[in-house]
Every structure is written in structure tokens, then in C-alpha cells.
């Protein structure tokens, strides 16, 4: 008697369904558990003839252990699934995964961020300065005179209060240098006025580099864009010489480019550096035999540079007599067009996925 339920008990704990809680519950309660069946095969222990008595309990026990085992492999495997099911039982877990949609940088940002590695090395900290500036900070501290064309509405975009007046200044510590007239605002059309800037606020010798974005009233063409991006430097300490220049935009290009790269510079006029250059590099997309992009020159032009003429100290109240420094200004998006070879400066804004895909991924 006793056997046979011990034998049909046996058959029952190892074949019972252990698939989802609530079996697993049932399990539990029916065979481990004060009120159940091994529990009421134990009680019925004391009827067992007392020779028997020992092996019968034994049985008991090693039953008793395996319903255990069982229960707590079931269960441990139901808390593993637990962990990885989603939220939602209807998932579906055939459906094709979504691929990761990663990104690329942008050539421009690229070409930035090289520029001033290569700036940073020999000692160019970088400084930023507003988009929207006041006329001192864009002309007249860089010594443009009061009727320079650039002035002109035709060049420079200029910005409105709301009240319909150009904006004043108020906030502003130009307005020292200025009449009590307020000046006119506008979106800078260079980064020249970021050294107006460092050089009015920060202790000597000055060594920096600015890029930012332009602006300036052109047509939009593949040769010329209403907004671009230059990279600023400025250099001023005691005793600094038209061969420092030299030397560092010799070092930045050969960085940049390569050492087989020839650099020219070219007489040439800003009215805040006395003298001016234009720097040349050996064009990049025929190696200097004569193309369409270099007007068959065989060189293309990145940047303006010069010593910082001596009224733009004294406008930024840093004595000439005392110090000297050298400056240049380059274009990102003209050095960008020549290292990937692009043709069309509208690419750099249209974000065509097909022409930004091309480049370094995140
Ligand atoms: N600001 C000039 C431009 O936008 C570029 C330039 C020329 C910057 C000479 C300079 C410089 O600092 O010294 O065309």
C-alpha cells in the first residue's frame, strides 16, 4: 500500500509540467509543501511495519529530494527566461533587427578640428567669440576706414532691434571706444573679430586661434556661399617678426598637407595688418600643372595674414611701440575643398546624406 504510492507519487514528481509559475506554484504546494503529499506520506510513516520502517523512510527521503531538485532547477530556469523576456509577450521574435543608423562627422567639423590640433601643438589655445557683432569689434577697431566698401549693406548683413533701429550696445564694453551714437550690429563677415577681442581682454603675450562661422551677402553659387567658416590666428608678444609668420604657416600647411607642399605668399592689403600677404599652396587637385579650380595657376589660395597693424594695437590699448605680433585668417571649407577634393561649396549645406556618408563614421 504504502509502496504503491510512493511508486505512483514518484511517477508523478518526475513527469509534472514545471513551464510557467503557476505550475511551478502548484508543484510546490501539492508536493513540498506542510499540507502535501510527501508531508501526508511521512505521516503515514507510523503505520509502516517496524521492520520496514527504515528502508520506507528512506524512499521517503530521497523523494523528498528529488521533488527539491526538481522544483529549483525549474525554477531558476524560469527566473533566467524572466530576465531576458520583453515587456510585451506578443513580441515578435522573428522580425529582422533594426540596424544602428550610425553617424559621420562632417567634413567640416573634420578639417576644424585638425586645424587646430595642429595650431594647438606649437602652443595656439582656442578662443571663440559672438556671431552677431558690433561694428567695432567687425570694422572700425580693424582699422576700416568710416567709407570701406565692405561696410556697405551690398557686403555685410546687417541685424535690426525689433523696434525697427539697428541694435544698440548697451551691454557692451566697446562702447569706451565709441561716441554715445549707438552702433550698428551685424553678422560678422570674418573672424578677425575674435582677435579684436583677446587682445582687448587678455593679458600678454597672446597666442590663439579662433574658428567660427561667417557671414556675408553673397549669391549662393558652387564658388561662393552666404555663410562659411574660418579659422583665426593671432600672435602677439615682444619682438615678433614677419619670419614667425612665415614660419608657422610653413609648419601649418606642411602639417596639414605634406612636406612636397609649395607655399607662396603674396603681397597684398587688409587694412588691420601692415604688411599683408595672401598665402598660395601648390594646388592640390593637379599638383600644381594648371587646372580649372586653380585657373590653370597651378596655385590656390587659402588665407590672408599679416603683422597686426599698429592703430589695431592701439585700438585694443596694447602698446606698439612695445609689441608687435602676426595674424592670418583661413577658410575651412576652401582647405576642405582641397584635401577631399570637393567642387561644390552647396554640399557642405545641403546634408545629402549620399556626400555626408562620405566621411569618417562616429
Ligand atoms: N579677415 C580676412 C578675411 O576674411 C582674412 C585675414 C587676413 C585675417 C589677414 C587676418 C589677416 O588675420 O591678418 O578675408
Excluded at 134 to 150: K, Y
Aim: charged share 25%.
Amino acid at each position: 500500500m504504502m509502496q504503491e504510492s510512493i511508486a505512483a507519487l514518484t511517477a508523478e514528481i518526475t513527469t509534472a509540467e514545471l513551464n510557467n509559475p503557476a505550475e511551478l506554484d502548484a508543484f510546490r504546494i501539492s508536493y513540498l509543501g506542510r499540507k502535501g503529499r510527501l508531508a501526508d506520506l511521512f505521516d503515514q510513516l507510523k503505520t509502516v511495519p517496524a521492520e520496514d520502517k527504515r528502508a520506507v523512510g528512506q524512499q521517503l527521503n530521497a523523494l523528498k529530494q528529488q521533488a527539491q531538485a526538481r522544483f529549483d532547477e525549474a525554477q531558476q530556469a524560469a527566473e533566467a527566461t524572466a530576465d531576458n523576456a520583453p515587456a510585451n509577450p506578443d513580441f515578435d521574435y522573428t522580425l529582422p533587427p533594426v540596424p544602428n543608423a550610425l553617424g559621420t562627422r562632417h567634413p567640416l567639423s573634420l578639417v576644424r578640428e585638425e586645424m587646430l590640433r595642429i595650431f594647438g601643438r606649437i602652443g595656439f589655445a582656442v578662443a571663440e567669440g559672438p556671431e552677431i557683432e558690433d561694428d567695432w569689434h567687425n570694422f572700425t577697431a580693424l582699422n576700416f576706414p568710416e567709407n570701406h566698401p565692405a561696410r556697405d549693406m551690398q557686403d555685410t548683413f546687417f541685424v535690426e532691434s525689433r523696434t525697427g533701429g539697428m541694435v544698440d550696445s548697451a551691454d557692451d564694453n566697446s562702447q569706451t571706444h565709441q561716441s554715445t551714437n549707438p552702433q550698428p550690429h551685424l553678422l560678422r563677415t570674418h573672424t578677425s573679430t575674435v582677435q579684436v577681442r583677446v587682445m582687448e581682454t587678455e593679458p600678454l603675450p597672446i597666442r590663439r586661434v579662433m574658428p567660427g562661422r561667417v557671414f556675408r551677402n553673397e549669391a549662393i553659387s558652387a564658388r561662393a556661399h552666404m555663410m562659411f567658416h574660418q579659422v583665426e590666428g593671432i600672435f602677439i608678444d615682444e619682438g615678433v617678426s614677419f619670419a614667425d609668420l612665415k614660419q608657422t604657416v610653413y609648419y601649418f600647411v606642411q602639417e596639414l598637407f605634406g612636406a612636397d607642399i609649395n607655399i607662396r605668399f603674396r603681397p597684398s592689403f587688409f587694412p588691420f595688418t601692415e604688411p599683408s600677404a595672401e598665402i598660395d599652396i601648390t594646388c592640390l587637385i593637379c599638383k600644381g600643372a594648371g587646372c580649372n579650380i586653380c585657373k590653370y595657376s597651378g596655385w590656390v589660395e587659402i588665407g590672408g595674414c599679416g603683422m597686426v597693424d599698429p592703430a589695431v594695437l592701439e585700438n585694443a590699448k596694447i602698446d606698439p611701440e612695445k609689441y608687435s605680433g602676426y595674424a592670418w585668417g583661413m577658410g575651412i571649407e576652401r582647405i576642405a575643398m582641397l584635401k577631399y577634393q570637393i567642387k561644390d561649396l552647396r554640399l557642405f549645406t545641403e546634408n545629402d546624406m549620399r556626400f555626408l556618408r562620405q566621411f569618417e563614421a562616429l
